[in-house]
């Protein structure tokens, strides 16, 4: 599986912003899909999760009311839409698969269970 994010760039503080990440290959093998992001210096971090059915989503505490994870399964398609960007959520953002279908805290908000990963695209905020 091969996952492919764009839509970052430049925004000031308050503005919205939507990332997708489009997914190839074998796609059939994905059940959740998740966003992460990393600031300079900083841990990458966990922002938000959706199953492949769509029913599912979780999100950072950080993000949460903010940030919204969706899915288009037919388009192999995901996005996160960001909304009242502020200064704290400047990052590289990366989109990730997994094939496990486990849902629970730890099976799906850390870096080390994503099998598969895109290459990240940046975002910067001016305040």
């Known amino acids: 599986v091969q996952l492919q994010a764009s839509g970052g760039g430049l925004v000031q503080n308050g503005d919205s912003l939507r990332l997708s990440c489009v997914a190839s290959?074998?796609?059939?093998?994905?059940?959740?899909m998740g966003w992460f992001r990393q600031a300079p210096g900083k841990e990458r971090e966990f922002v938000a999760a959706i199953g492949w059915n769509g029913i599912n989503t979780l999100y950072a505490d950080s993000v949460k009311g903010r940030f919204a994870i969706s899915k288009d399964a037919l388009k192999n398609t995901g996005w996160l839409q960001m909304n009242h960007i502020n200064p704290g959520d400047a990052a590289v953002y990366y989109c990730?698969?997994?094939?496990?279908?486990?849902?629970?805290?730890?099976?799906?908000?850390?870096?080390?269970?994503?099998?598969?990963w895109g290459q990240g695209t940046l975002v910067t905020v001016s305040s």
């Open positions: 290959g074998q796609t059939l093998s994905v059940s959740v």
């Open positions: 990730a698969a997994k094939r496990s279908a486990e849902w629970s805290s730890g099976a799906v908000d850390v870096p080390s269970v994503y099998t598969y």
